[in-house]
Structures are given as structure tokens and as C-alpha cells.
């Protein structure tokens, strides 16, 4: 259980228990089942996190979205997009081991988190993490509903795959950004599971350093 539920639900207890002895005891119906919903809101169960070299692990629970292949800054980059609705956990993980290289935190609109442009305009929070294979970004995206991101670590702190990071408060969105030749294991529709479900396999360094080779050879025959 996030500590926020235990301050949500406290306070709506408070609020049920004066409502009850200053109005109707009925009354109190509305703030209990206020306060049973963000204890279930902010439950934060354990995951089994995947061992396997390359992974990248979900951010966060939800439903997959969008899977392609974008340009950023003139580099393909394959993102995954996963959306979270008010009924899925919503403590957020990180995809993969590393250090954090970046946190930058980027004000802007509320707009549906199932609307594409969501992935730019809304408010957000985005965070480089620097693994063993490659650098890998995600985003924790703002929706209708959320108006609070939050996010524990600092830039320069060692991650561990599937760690927690933080979460959203309430509907939003993750997106997940890393290398073109990854090998992804899900598709648009698919339902994940933070820490827990692999959303792809990046190559080891090595094995791009080669194919980079192989390439460079083709182009000067």
C-alpha cells in the first residue's frame, strides 16, 4: 500500500465519522466508500521481476496503446505506450537496471491519455536511465485525472530493474522509448503488468557495434 492511500482514506474516515454524528448516520455511506476505494487505489502488490539479459520491464500496469517506431531528435526510436485507467495499479517501476542520467519534469495540458498527443503536450515527467545495453526513456504522462506525478529518485542514483519509482495519481499514461532494433514481445492491445511483464529484449552492445560494422562494410563495397 502507497502511504497516500492510508492519508486519502483517513481523512474520509474522519469526515464519515462528523458527517454520521452531526447529520445521518446514512450520510456517512458516501465518505466510507470514499475511503475503501483509495485504499484499493493506492494498493501496491509485489511482482515477480523478470532475470533475463536485455529486458525491458513495464513501467507500470495497464493497457498497450501504441507500438512503433518514431523519430527523436533525427534517431528511430521504438516506443511503447501503456495506458493506465483508475481501475489498475498505478505505482510505477523502473524498465531497466541503471544509473539515472536525466530527470526532467515538463508543464503543459490534461488531455485524454489515450489521445496520441498526450504522448507531447500533456504534463509530464520524463527520465533517461542508462543501463548495461543502451539508454532507455520513460514517460510518466498526466490524463484527465491526474494532476500529481511523482517521482522518488534523483539524477546520479543506481536503479534496479522493476524498482519503484513512483506513480500517478489518478488516470495517465507511461510511454517507454529505446533503441529501433529492439526486440519487442507485445503488441497494441495487450494488457501489462509493472515490473512484471517484458515489453522487449535490447542487443547487447557488441552485437550493434557489429551490426553497425556489417553496415558501414555494405555501404563502402
Do not use: C
Not at 456517512?28 to 509485489?46: K, Q, S, T
Not at 496503446?65 to 523502473?94: C, E, G, Q, W
Not at 539515472?100 to 515527467?125: C, I, P, T
Request: net charge positive.
Amino acid at each position: 500500500m502507497v502511504r497516500d492511500g492510508y492519508y486519502y482514506a483517513l481523512a474520509l474516515i474522519a469526515a464519515a465519522v462528523l458527517t454520521g454524528w452531526l447529520a445521518q448516520p446514512a450520510w456517512a455511506v458516501v465518505p466510507l466508500a470514499l475511503a475503501l476505494f483509495f485504499l484499493w487505489f493506492f494498493r501496491d502488490p509485489e511482482r515477480v521481476i523478470p532475470e533475463s539479459p536485455g529486458a525491458i520491464v513495464s513501467p507500470g500496469d495497464g493497457k498497450i496503446t501504441d507500438a512503433s517506431i518514431i523519430t527523436v531528435d533525427s534517431v528511430k526510436r521504438a516506443r511503447i505506450s501503456i495506458f493506465l485507467s483508475v481501475f489498475d495499479v498505478h505505482v510505477n517501476r523502473s524498465p531497466v537496471a541503471g544509473v539515472v542520467r536525466d530527470v526532467r519534469y515538463q508543464r503543459g495540458k490534461f488531455l485524454n491519455a489515450m489521445n496520441q498527443a498526450s504522448a507531447e503536450h500533456n504534463e509530464q515527467n520524463i527520465v533517461s536511465v542508462e543501463g548495461e545495453e543502451q539508454v532507455v526513456v520513460f514517460k510518466q504522462i498526466a490524463g484527465l485525472l491526474a494532476r500529481r506525478i511523482v517521482f522518488y529518485p534523483k539524477v546520479g542514483d543506481r536503479l534496479e530493474r522493476g524498482q519503484r519509482v513512483g506513480l500517478i495519481k489518478f488516470g495517465s499514461r507511461v510511454d517507454v522509448l529505446f533503441d529501433a532494433t529492439a526486440e519487442l514481445q507485445v503488441k497494441v492491445g495487450d494488457r501489462v503488468r509493472g515490473g512484471a511483464s517484458i515489453l522487449a529484449y535490447l542487443q547487447p552492445k557488441g552485437e550493434l557495434a557489429r551490426a553497425g560494422s556489417y553496415s558501414t562494410a555494405e555501404r563502402t563495397r
